[in-house]
Protein backbone atom coordinates (compact mmCIF):
# COMPACT_ATOMS: atom_id res chain seq x y z
CA UNK A 1 0.00 0.00 0.00
CA UNK A 2 1.14 3.14 -1.08
CA UNK A 3 0.70 6.82 -0.49
CA UNK A 4 -0.89 8.92 -3.26
CA UNK A 5 1.74 11.39 -3.18
CA UNK A 6 5.38 11.73 -4.68
CA UNK A 7 6.91 9.35 -2.00
CA UNK A 8 4.55 6.86 -3.14
CA UNK A 9 5.50 7.92 -6.62
CA UNK A 10 9.26 6.98 -5.90
CA UNK A 11 8.17 3.79 -3.94
CA UNK A 12 6.33 2.70 -6.56
CA UNK A 13 8.71 2.87 -8.92
CA UNK A 14 11.31 1.20 -7.11
CA UNK A 15 8.83 -1.89 -6.27
CA UNK A 16 8.28 -1.89 -10.12
CA UNK A 17 11.58 -2.20 -10.62
CA UNK A 18 12.25 -4.84 -8.35
CA UNK A 19 9.84 -6.75 -10.57
CA UNK A 20 6.31 -6.79 -8.42
CA UNK A 21 3.99 -6.66 -10.83
CA UNK A 22 1.78 -4.33 -10.81
CA UNK A 23 -1.37 -5.78 -9.79
CA UNK A 24 0.17 -6.15 -6.05
CA UNK A 25 0.43 -2.48 -5.77
CA UNK A 26 -2.56 -0.70 -4.35
CA UNK A 27 -2.11 3.19 -4.05
CA UNK A 28 -4.37 5.45 -2.23
CA UNK A 29 -6.19 7.73 -4.13
CA UNK A 30 -5.45 8.56 -7.65
CA UNK A 31 -1.41 10.05 -8.66
CA UNK A 32 -0.89 13.59 -6.76
CA UNK A 33 -4.28 13.11 -4.80
CA UNK A 34 -1.84 13.85 -1.78
CA UNK A 35 -3.51 11.34 -0.14
CA UNK A 36 -1.31 9.54 3.20
CA UNK A 37 -2.51 6.28 5.42
CA UNK A 38 -2.44 9.02 8.37
CA UNK A 39 -5.35 10.80 6.34
CA UNK A 40 -7.88 7.67 6.80
CA UNK A 41 -7.33 7.70 10.91
CA UNK A 42 -10.12 9.47 13.53
CA UNK A 43 -8.48 13.18 13.46
CA UNK A 44 -9.55 12.93 17.28
CA UNK A 45 -6.99 9.59 17.30
CA UNK A 46 -4.26 11.27 14.94
CA UNK A 47 -3.93 14.58 16.69
CA UNK A 48 -4.12 12.91 20.12
CA UNK A 49 -0.90 11.09 18.80
CA UNK A 50 0.53 13.80 17.56
CA UNK A 51 0.37 15.59 20.56
CA UNK A 52 1.18 12.99 23.06
CA UNK A 53 4.36 13.16 20.68
CA UNK A 54 4.93 16.78 20.50
CA UNK A 55 4.66 16.68 24.42
CA UNK A 56 7.36 14.24 25.04
CA UNK A 57 9.88 16.39 23.50
CA UNK A 58 8.08 19.82 24.36
CA UNK A 59 6.34 20.81 27.59
CA UNK A 60 3.17 22.39 27.04
CA UNK A 61 2.64 22.36 23.34
CA UNK A 62 -0.29 21.01 21.83
CA UNK A 63 -1.12 21.10 18.05
CA UNK A 64 -5.12 22.96 17.64
CA UNK A 65 -7.41 20.83 15.93
CA UNK A 66 -8.21 23.91 13.33
CA UNK A 67 -4.57 23.40 11.52
CA UNK A 68 -5.41 20.21 10.83
CA UNK A 69 -6.65 18.72 7.60
CA UNK A 70 -8.24 16.34 5.91
CA UNK A 71 -5.11 15.16 3.56
CA UNK A 72 -1.48 15.79 3.38
CA UNK A 73 -1.85 15.39 7.62
CA UNK A 74 1.95 15.19 7.91
CA UNK A 75 3.11 17.91 6.21
CA UNK A 76 0.74 19.88 7.58
CA UNK A 77 2.36 18.79 11.35
CA UNK A 78 5.42 19.25 10.20
CA UNK A 79 4.59 22.94 8.76
CA UNK A 80 2.95 24.05 12.00
CA UNK A 81 6.00 22.88 13.81
CA UNK A 82 8.48 25.24 11.82
CA UNK A 83 6.20 27.85 12.08
CA UNK A 84 6.64 27.64 16.06
CA UNK A 85 9.01 30.47 17.70
CA UNK A 86 11.42 28.77 18.15
CA UNK A 87 10.73 26.00 15.63
CA UNK A 88 10.06 22.70 17.29
CA UNK A 89 11.11 18.86 16.22
CA UNK A 90 9.24 17.83 13.38
CA UNK A 91 7.60 14.19 15.28
CA UNK A 92 8.07 11.36 13.08
CA UNK A 93 5.75 9.78 11.33
CA UNK A 94 6.66 6.20 13.37
CA UNK A 95 6.68 7.88 16.52
CA UNK A 96 3.44 8.92 15.48
CA UNK A 97 2.21 5.81 14.55
CA UNK A 98 3.33 3.80 17.62
CA UNK A 99 1.06 6.24 19.39
CA UNK A 100 -1.78 5.62 17.41
CA UNK A 101 -1.47 2.03 18.12
CA UNK A 102 -0.95 2.39 21.63
CA UNK A 103 -3.77 3.76 21.90
CA UNK A 104 -5.62 1.33 19.82
CA UNK A 105 -5.47 -0.94 23.00
CA UNK A 106 -7.82 1.05 25.33
CA UNK A 107 -11.18 0.06 25.34
CA UNK A 108 -13.89 1.71 23.09
CA UNK A 109 -11.08 3.88 21.10
CA UNK A 110 -12.10 4.06 17.24
CA UNK A 111 -9.25 4.54 14.80
CA UNK A 112 -10.71 4.97 11.75
CA UNK A 113 -13.62 7.22 10.64
CA UNK A 114 -17.31 5.31 10.98
CA UNK A 115 -18.58 5.34 7.08
Known sequence: MLDGDAAGDAKEKLLLEAG???????RLGSRRSS????????????????????????????????VLTTTGRPAVVEA?????KPPLAVPSKRAVAHRVLERGYKPNCRLVEAP
Request: proline share 5%; hydrophobic share 45%; net charge neutral.
Open 20 to 26: VPKRRIL
Open 80 to 84: WCKRQ
Open 35 to 66: IVLEDLLDETVYLAAVNEELGRWNADVQMPKN
